[in-house]
Structures are given as structure tokens and as C-alpha cells.
């Protein structure tokens, strides 16, 4: 126990010294090492991470510990702390982007000692011991499909198996409450204790569904050995599709390298000079909006895969120097252009030189490939690789390849065996698995039919349930018409397709037929099992919401196998649940999904391009920061109606209830107001044809405030002025909290003319498109559920406005420094929004800790992820500077939030004058 300032000093400096000289051995022999990862030799199934770099990883975790100490003793941290803490994750990340992945996640994480038993249960390594609570039903759903996989002799059969397993239980944001230990200091006992409310996967893959995923370092090993050698270093990144050129121009101003040198000339001079007209004196040290961008695919793509073969290696390497050569004679051709149009900016006899390097910082050039069923996009590093940079438009459009591909195509690299194999898991066999064969409904009127399915559903309605029960008579009851609706959408010949075993097969197809039968009988055994728990824990929300999430997990598996929605279900189920469209707009509704909201706000904007190259985007005052980021962070409304060199704007994007704002001086929400800004757009800045893109995450499907929008408009929309689309993140809300599908619903509402056939390509291209099992949910949900995803998120948006409403006065002053931001009565809020104002790592840590010791003490579920809408609270900080507390569903989670407010308004956390912002 520590307890002195002389003891607390004297551990921090111990641990001070010995991760500074870890950080400097990990930045010495990281250097001998490329990124092609020769030392993460994949084709065996234990490597171990250097000794130099598990030092530096443990060393990494007891400073972070040492900085802990200090915030449990409510003592000020030492000055150096927070600058070495940085630089001690920065080269934690490099190590992570070099070392064995699974290995790496391993030595990052607490130890979880196994408890030895005598049960015999697992199999693995060890041999013997007992599952973890938090564990058990992903085991016990491991040990059921490796029955069949067994069983099952069919390649295509055995990847459905394992995509089934690797699916389950996995989250688009995982639940990673590792940082309890890591972060906050909580004992690991207290920690393992609080883990067991949990029921989780066993692969915990990236905290947010549009970054990179964990398996993707495997991926990089695979490609990069195939990829040709000159190209090692340039950054690469798994995506859905194998064409993704549609949306270059969301980011960069693409050109076809083998229009000509003087073509590519003028083009790359004509924007440059709008840049350093517009940019002034500042225009050196700033990048064009959009850098240039050479796809190299029908010029380099058929020879990147060489194999490491000499022959392919010096075909590939003649190819990418010819490329080279023409972008470099193109570059001086852009300088005399430059030149001949604007002389002074060639004051210097180095400016000639200085533009060169100017001109090859902005730009970029990739090649797409195929890897066995992978697209990726592979940075080819002639000049600067502005890896970051393409890594940034990768995640703003939607395009990185979503989890659930993942899951699928992880399996073009190892087989589920080896995968199990290489992470050492423990596999459960049962003493007494009974009948492999056993059909235990052959009937969907036996199931729809049970005592137990229609007692859950009537109980979910009655009225005095749904008064003293309404969380979870929401949850089920959604889930309930979900089954309900599933079953219908199954015609008995299928179903008897499924559960009868054709005459004459032959010994192999039966085999895989039975088993294959097995997985979808323990599906539906299990999900009438979990709904039994549900029904008894109806009064308990953690274990009946557990229970639900479980159900969810055997009706993805259901959708999987059985997949009853066709390709163009979507658009027609959606339009049929917008009911609260003026009636004579309806005719003029497009519905569709894309993969998430990004992806559809990216198709937007390149489709507004297609229109107009010279499209002109504003955003409304307050917008989410990922649009506003996309957009230009200067062009919100006000911006771009008193900008003179702006003579129009083509694209305006909005939103009613807004989504976080994490600019530090930011504190109070309003809600955004469409109506006023088209209204000024169509006054001070008219074009013939305005997009009104609506981000709808934070709204109900069937929103008045959409309804009000559209009635203003309808008459412009009508004569072809405007075009409206909807469009919302359905990694939210649109999962009731599960957070296990991708998708993003969208309508769009015009006349049908020619100036709007380019938004179409939303419905059209692959790029937007998303997975197979994703897009069966959307159909799923909107089709029989769709009211009760509004009860959904109504209930929610009333937690957060109930907890708003009794934030302690003092954490809305000024001078507060944990500053909770208020909102507008008329805005719909779906979180808290915080602002740590005082020195970050203190108040951050302190108010984290303090919600995490209420829940804990509580028996209630929290996480900390990337995202929100979920049914338990989620505490997440966002850009270091922003807290955002989501309530979850349960209004009682709000009286334990709110006690941590009060507790933190007790402490009087003053700003210092030189902290203080407006």
C-alpha cells in the first residue's frame, strides 16, 4: 500500500526511468524491422514478441499505474507525466503496428489466471479448467458448432460454421472493460468480479466499427508477402469492395496518369493556383483541400502481386519507374504553367524547388488489388505516402472493410482449428452430447405456438407492464414481433427444405446436410432457451437485457442460415414504415442502405461533384464534426453565406438534434434549424439545384421535425429545386442496443429529374453496399419492428433529458471545471456532454473512476465504446477533452449518474484564470 508522498515519488521515478529506456531500446530496434513484419512469421502458431518489446510493454503499464497512484491519493501528478505518457503510447502503437497481433493483445491486457478444475469440461491449452463466467455461452456456442464442424465435410459448409462462431457475440464497438485495471486502477479481483456481468466474445476487435480491425495485422503479413517489394512501405487497407474510385472525390481531386503529361499539367495548375489565391501568404504551409490522387491500377495492378518472384519483382519495378518518371516530368510541365500564369510566385531562385516539394506533398497515388477474396487499396510510396491522410479518407467514407466481411475472410487465412490453435483457446466438449440428430421443432407452428413464446409475447403488451416495466418491455417486445416476423417470412416448404433429409443422398452430403441441420435446431433450442431466462428475469433488467442480447445472437445466426429477404426487399419495406411523409410526396421516395452514414454522406457529396466539379458544400452551425470535417471545418452556414467567393452553394447538410460537439469552448446545444438555413441559402446564395443532406441519427424514423421540413419544401421539391435525403447511422438505435450489424437506412425525396440521377448511384454502386447478414436485419427490423425502434429511442432521448434537467447548477457555470454543456428544450439529446477544462489526466480519470465504483457498487452494466444508443450507460471520452455519458435505457441508471455529478459539483473544481475558455 502505498501512503507517502515520499513512497508515491519514489515509485513513480522508478518507473519513470525504466519506460523512458524502454522507449528509446523499442525506437533503436524497431528500425531493423519493416513493415512487411518479418518477424511475425504467421506460419507458426506461438510466436512470442521480442524480449526488448514485452519489456517495454510491461514497463508501459506500471508507469501508467504509478500516474494512477497519485489520482488515488488525490495528489497533482509530476510535471514530465503527461508528455512521457505520450510518448510511451505513441511507441506502444508502433509496436502494435509491427508485432504478432494476438500476442500483442495478450501482453497489453490484464492477466486472467484460469482457476484449475476437474471437470474435463475443455480441451486446449491447458487441458483442464473451468470457463469464465463472463465466457460461458460463447463456449458453450463454440463447443455446439464444432460439433458440426466436425461433422461437416464441405468447404463452403465448414466457412459458414466457422464465420458463425467468430460472429457470435461480437460487437461493431466492443466492450473492452480492460481499462478498468489499465486506466483507472480498479484491483483486478474487482475487476474479473465486474466482468462476470457481462457474456462476451472471445475476440475483441477494434473499438470502433470504422477503424482497423485487430485481425487486419494478419491480413498485412499475408498481402505484404505477396505484394511486390518495393512497395513495402507503403501503407495498405483491407476494404469491401474491390472498386472504390467513385468516391475519390469526396477527398482528392482524382487524375488518370495516362491522360498525358501537359493534360495533367493543366489540371494540377489550375487547382494549385486557385490554392494560393485563396490561401494568401499562408498557402506554402497549408495542403490543398484536396490533394491529387493517381489510381495506378490499370497500370500497376496485374504485376503488384509478384510473390516475392524475380522475374515479377523486376517487371513490376520497371513499370513503377516509367509511372514515376512520367509524374516527375508532369510535375516540372505543372511548375511552368504555374509560372507562365502567376510569376510572383517565383520570387526566390529556390521557389521553383519549393513548389516541387509542394506538389509532391499533395500528392498521392495507390493501386487496388485482390488478395484470394480480399480487395485492398495499397499506398504506392513514389513521394510522401500521405498514408495518414488516406487513412483518414478510408474512415470518413465508409470503406474499410466492416467486421463482419472480417469475420468471413479472416477464414481465407486460417482455418478455425489453427485459429483456435493459435490463441491457445480452450474448447468445450460435452460428457453427454446426446443426439446429433435431434429435430427439436420440425414445425414453425410448434415454436410460434409454444406456451413460452406466446405468454412472452402477450406479457411484453399488457398495460400494467409496460407502465412499471417499460425498458424492457420495449426490448422485448421489439424482440418478440422480430421472431414473430421472421417466422412468417419462412414458407413451410423451406422449412421443411431445412428439417427433412432428402431421399438418395449420398454419405457426405448427408453427413453435412444433419449437421448443418444440428446448428440450426440448437439455434433455435438456445433462443427459446435465453427467451425462457427473459421471461423469468422480466423484472431484472441486467439479466433480462443479458437474455435478450442472447436471443439476438440466435436470430442472427437464423438470418445467417436462412437469409429469407432478397436484394431489392429493402427499399420497398422502408418506404412502407414513413408514414409520416406529406401524402404527396410519397410517390417521389427512394429508399436504401449503404454501410453506414459516412459511406452514405460520401456518395452524397461525390454524387453532388459529378453534377458540378466546382460543388460548393456548407454544413449547419453545430454539426456533427465527422460531416463538418468532410465538408471543410470553415464552411459552416454563417461562413458560407458571408464568404463573397462563394457564389452559390450545391450542398447543404444538416441536423435536427445534434450529435456531439468536441470543440473545447463549446457549451450549449440548440437545436439545428433546416428550414432557416435552406431559407437562406435559396435567398443569398441561389443555385438552380440545392441537395439537402439530413443527418437523422439523433431522430426518430417518423419525425415531425422531418414532416415540418418537408411540408416548407414541398412545392421546391416538386418543381425540381431541391433534393432531400435522410440518411442515419444504424450502428445506433436501429440495433435496439445490440450494435451487431453495419448498415445505414436512407430515403431521398425529389422529382425524378435528370439533375438528380447521380444520387441513384446510392442504390446502385457496390461501394455502398452492405454485407449480406447486415442487410437481412435492416430488412428484418424495418419491416416488423419499426415502431418500437422509436419507442426505443423516445425512451432514451427522455433518460437524457430527465438527467439534463437536475445537472447540479454549478457544473453549468463558466467557471466550472468540469463543465457539463446544456441543451435547448426543443432539442431531442441522446448523452451528456462534459468538457474537462481543468488539467486533463486528473479530472478525466477522477469522474471516470468515481461513475465506474457507482455502477460497480450498484450491480449495473456500463461500458466505455465508441459509439452510444446502447441500453446500458456508455461512458467515452472523445478527443481527450470531451466526456460523453450516454444514459442507456433504464431511467434507474439515471440517479447513479447523477449522484457522481453531484459528488464531482461538491468538489469545486475551479478554472484557473489562464485555463478559462468562452
Not at 483507472?184 to 473499438?207: I, S
Not at 505484404?224 to 512497395?231: H, P, R
Not at 496518369?257 to 490554392?275: D, N, P
Amino acid at each position: 500500500m502505498i501512503n507517502s508522498d515520499s513512497n508515491l515519488n519514489d515509485v513513480y521515478a522508478r518507473a519513470r526511468d525504466k519506460v523512458v529506456d524502454t522507449c528509446r531500446t523499442v525506437e533503436t530496434n524497431i528500425q531493423g524491422y519493416s513493415s512487411t513484419y518479418t518477424w511475425m512469421m504467421m506460419q507458426y502458431p506461438k510466436t512470442e514478441v521480442p524480449a526488448w518489446a514485452e519489456d517495454h510493454l510491461k514497463a508501459a503499464k506500471e508507469f501508467e499505474k504509478a500516474i494512477a497512484q497519485f489520482h488515488r491519493a488525490g495528489k497533482p501528478i509530476p510535471r514530465d507525466a503527461t508528455e512521457i505518457l505520450a510518448k510511451c503510447r505513441e511507441v506502444t502503437r508502433s509496436l502494435a503496428s509491427r508485432v504478432d497481433a494476438i500476442r500483442f493483445q495478450e501482453l497489453v491486457q490484464i492477466d486472467r489466471p484460469t482457476v484449475p478444475g476437474s471437470q474435463g469440461l475443455l480441451t486446449g491449452t491447458p487441458a483442464a479448467g473451468r470457463i469464465v463466467p463472463s465466457g460461458f455461452e460463447w463456449q458453450v456456442n463454440l463447443g455446439l458448432m464444432m460439433n458440426a464442424y466436425h461433422r461437416v465435410q464441405s468447404p463452403e459448409l465448414k466457412r459458414e460454421i466457422e464465420f458463425l462462431v467468430l460472429n457470435y457475440l461480437a460487437k461493431a464497438a466492443p466492450i473492452t472493460l480492460d481499462r478498468l485495471t489499465e486506466l483507472l486502477d480498479f484491483p483486478p479481483k474487482e475487476v474479473v468480479k465486474y466482468r462476470q456481468l457481462f457474456q462476451q466474445g472471445y475476440f475483441v476487435e477494434h473499438g470502433y466499427h470504422r477503424e482497423r480491425n485487430s485481425f487486419d495485422m494478419l491480413f498485412d503479413y499475408y498481402i505484404n508477402k505477396q505484394n511486390a517489394q518495393s512497395t513495402s512501405t507503403g501503407a495498405f487497407f483491407v476494404t469491401d469492395r474491390a472498386d472504390i474510385s467513385n468516391l475519390y472525390s469526396m477527398n482528392y481531386h482524382p487524375l488518370d496518369i495516362q491522360r498525358g503529361k501537359k493534360e495533367l499539367a493543366k489540371q494540377m495548375s489550375q487547382v494549385i493556383l486557385e490554392h494560393f489565391r485563396s490561401h494568401g501568404a499562408s498557402a506554402w504551409d497549408s495542403s490543398v483541400q484536396r490533394a491529387f490522387l493517381f489510381d495506378l491500377t490499370n497500370v500497376l495492378g496485374r504485376d503488384l502481386m509478384t510473390g516475392g518472384e524475380k522475374e515479377k519483382e523486376a517487371v513490376f519495378d520497371a513499370k513503377k519507374e516509367a509511372v514515376k518518371n512520367v509524374l516527375s516530368e508532369a510535375i516540372l510541365l505543372t511548375i511552368q504553367e504555374i509560372k507562365t500564369a502567376d510569376p510572383s510566385l517565383f520570387q526566390k531562385p529556390q521557389d521553383e524547388e519549393k513548389m516541387v516539394k509542394f506538389i509532391k506533398n499533395n500528392l498521392l497515388c495507390v493501386c487496388r488489388g485482390e488478395f484470394k477474396t480480399m480487395p485492398f487499396v495499397k499506398v504506392i510510396p513514389f513521394f510522401p505516402d500521405r498514408r495518414d491522410n488516406f487513412n483518414e479518407f478510408v474512415n470518413w467514407g465508409g470503406l474499410r472493410m466492416g467486421a463482419l466481411e472480417v469475420r468471413r475472410k479472416i477464414f481465407d487465412i486460417l482455418t478455425l482449428p489453427e485459429l483456435i490453435e493459435r490463441t491457445n483457446l480452450q474448447v468445450a466438449e460435452y460428457s453427454v452430447p446426446g443426439s446429433q440428430d435431434a429435430v427439436y421443432y420440425p414445425s414453425l407452428e410448434k415454436l410460434k405456438n409454444s406456451r413460452l413464446f406466446t405468454d412472452f409475447a402477450a406479457k411484453m403488451e399488457q398495460p400494467d407492464y409496460v407502465r412499471d416495466h417499460l425498458p424492457m418491455a420495449i426490448l422485448g417486445g421489439a424482440t418478440a414481433q422480430l421472431l414473430d416476423g421472421l417466422f412468417k417470412e419462412i414458407p413451410p416448404q423451406q422449412w421443411d427444405a431445412l428439417n427433412q433429409v432428402p431421399d438418395n443422398l449420398r454419405e457426405a452430403a448427408r453427413n453435412d446436410f444433419l449437421a448443418m441441420r444440428s446448428v440450426l435446431q440448437a439455434s433455435l433450442f438456445r433462443l427459446m432457451q435465453q427467451l425462457a431466462k427473459a421471461n423469468h428475469h422480466s423484472d431484472d433488467f441486467t439479466k433480462f437485457t443479458e437474455a435478450i442480447e442472447l436471443v439476438h445472437c440466435e436470430i442472427s445466426n437464423l438470418l445467417e442460415l436462412i437469409r429469407p429477404f432478397k436484394a431489392n426487399d429493402f427499399p420497398v419495406i422502408y418506404k412502407n414504415e414513413l408514414t409520416s411523409i406529406p401524402e404527396e410526396l410519397k410517390p417521389l421516395i427512394t429508399a436504401g442502405l449503404t454501410k453506414t452514414a459516412m459511406n452514405t454522406f460520401a456518395g452524397i457529396v461525390t454524387a453532388a461533384r459529378e453534377n458540378n466539379p466546382d460543388t460548393q458544400i456548407a454544413h449547419g452551425t453545430d454539426s456533427y464534426f465527422e460531416t463538418a470535417y468532410v465538408v471543410g471545418k470553415n464552411r459552416s452556414i454563417r461562413e458560407a453565406t458571408a464568404n463573397p467567393l462563394i457564389p452559390q452553394v450545391d450542398l447543404y447538410v444538416g441536423e435536427f438534434n445534434h450529435n456531439i460537439n468536441i470543440r473545447e469552448g463549446f457549451h450549449h446545444y440548440t437545436p439545428g434549424n433546416i428550414i432557416a438555413d435552406v431559407e437562406k441559402l435559396m435567398a443569398e446564395k441561389p443555385t438552380k439545384h440545392l441537395t439537402i443532406a439530413v443527418d437523422s441519427t439523433v431522430d426518430l424514423l417518423n419525425s415531425p421535425k422531418a414532416k415540418e421540413l418537408l411540408e416548407r419544401f414541398k412545392e421546391e421539391i416538386k418543381e425540381g429545386k431541391l433534393n432531400f435525403i435522410f440518411f442515419r447511422s444504424g450502428q445506433k438505435f436501429d440495433m435496439l442496443g445490440m450494435d451487431n450489424y453495419y448498415g445505414s437506412p436512407f430515403y431521398m425525396i425529389n422529382n425524378g429529374g435528370p439533375q438528380w440521377k447521380a444520387f441513384q448511384r446510392l442504390n446502385q454502386d457496390e461501394v455502398f453496399k452492405t454485407d449480406p447478414l447486415s442487410y437481412q436485419w435492416f430488412c428484418l427490423v424495418n419491416k416488423y419492428a419499426a415502431k418500437k425502434v422509436d419507442d426505443y429511442r423516445t425512451q432514451y432521448f427522455k433518460n437524457a433529458r430527465a438527467l439534463l434537467d437536475k445537472v447540479p447548477p454549478f457544473l453549468n457555470l463558466p467557471e466550472s471545471a468540469v463543465r457539463v454543456s446544456t441543451v435547448d428544450p426543443k432539442m431531442d439529446p441522446a448523452f451528456i456532454d462534459i468538457k474537462i477544462i481543468d488539467d486533463g489526466l486528473i479530472s478525466r480519470h477522477i469522474i471516470e473512476r468515481i461513475l465506474y465504483q457507482k455502477m460497480m457498487a450498484a450491480g449495473r452494466k456500463a461500458h466505455s465504446r465508441g459509439s452510444f444508443g446502447f441500453y446500458h450507460p456508455n461512458f467515452n471520452f472523445i478527443d481527450n477533452v470531451t466526456l460523453r455519458i450516454n444514459p442507456g435505457l433504464d431511467p434507474k441508471d439515471n440517479q447513479i449518474i447523477l449522484e457522481v455529478l453531484e459528488e464531482i459539483a461538491r468538489m469545486k473544481l475551479v478554472v484557473r484564470p489562464r485555463d478559462v475558455t468562452t
